[in-house]
């Protein structure tokens, strides 16, 4: 089946280490973006890429980095340099041209002990 | 650059209450629009969308959804909520001519809670 794996489900790190989340697709899509998910503040958006080897920051991309060496991943490294990074982070995949709908991971939770 | 504003950011009503949630984009070409639904600990899944034809569009679980293009809206409604539709809902706006940043845009989400 098709679809869209993150994982691990839930991260525990120390403080002062990066940390990377992975983010695998099947479907074929161009697109994939990596949002941050905090109570009452919806989904903020990270970083996205539209082609391999290319990505670009989104509104919240201090402290994070990606890579897009594959179609198929987009990993996440949250950085020391990220001042709160305890959250839920989404993935998300899309088909850019054409009448399609973005699929999502079942996300990561972080947490910084 | 696009943006989506969803008015109500928390929501409460009691079972059999009629819901509607409002979602506005600013982006003037041709969209795609979504909304999202998110229940407690669990993923984001697609509720309904819009991409073309007929402006209301039905989804899963009896919700449904009205485009209306001159007010750059896409309202979701449902006329009697259950208990188990406290979720967190996502409206969501893709234009169809690209990707990037802009070609997928999500408002701020609206916390629903149902009481029984």
């Known amino acids: 089946d098709g679809g869209i794996t993150q994982s691990p489900k839930y991260l525990f790190r120390k403080e002062g280490q990066n940390v990377t989340l992975s983010c695998e697709q099947n479907l074929n899509h161009d697109a994939m973006y990596w949002y941050r998910q905090d109570p009452g503040q919806g989904l903020r958006l990270i970083y996205y890429?539209?082609?391999?080897?290319?990505?670009q920051k989104g509104d919240i991309a201090e402290g994070y980095s990606v890579s897009r060496e594959k179609k198929e991943s987009f990993p996440l490294t949250v950085t020391s340099a990220q001042k709160n990074p305890t959250a839920f982070y989404l993935c998300?995949?899309?088909?850019?041209?054409?009448?399609?709908?973005?699929?999502f991971g079942q996300g990561t939770r972080l947490t910084v002990v | 650059a696009q943006s989506v504003s969803q008015h109500n950011h928390h929501v409460i009503l009691s079972e059999a209450a009629s819901l509607e949630l409002g979602c506005n984009y600013s982006?003037?070409?041709?969209?795609?629009l979504f909304w999202y639904v998110q229940y407690p600990g669990q993923h984001l899944q697609l509720l309904l969308k819009?991409?073309?034809?007929?402006?209301l569009v039905k989804g899963i679980k009896g919700f449904e959804a009205e485009f209306i293009k001159s007010k750059f809206s896409f309202n979701l409604r449902k006329p009697s909520v259950q208990w188990s539709d406290t979720a967190e809902y996502f409206c969501a706006v893709k234009r169809r001519s690209g990707g990037g940043a802009d070609g997928l845009t999500f408002g701020k989400g609206t916390h629903l809670i149902i009481q029984p």
């Open positions: 819009y991409f073309s034809g007929d402006p």
């Open positions: 890429s539209q082609i391999v080897n290319d990505f």
């Open positions: 982006y003037g070409g041709t969209v795609n």
């Open positions: 998300a995949s899309l088909q850019i041209t054409g009448a399609t709908e973005a699929f």
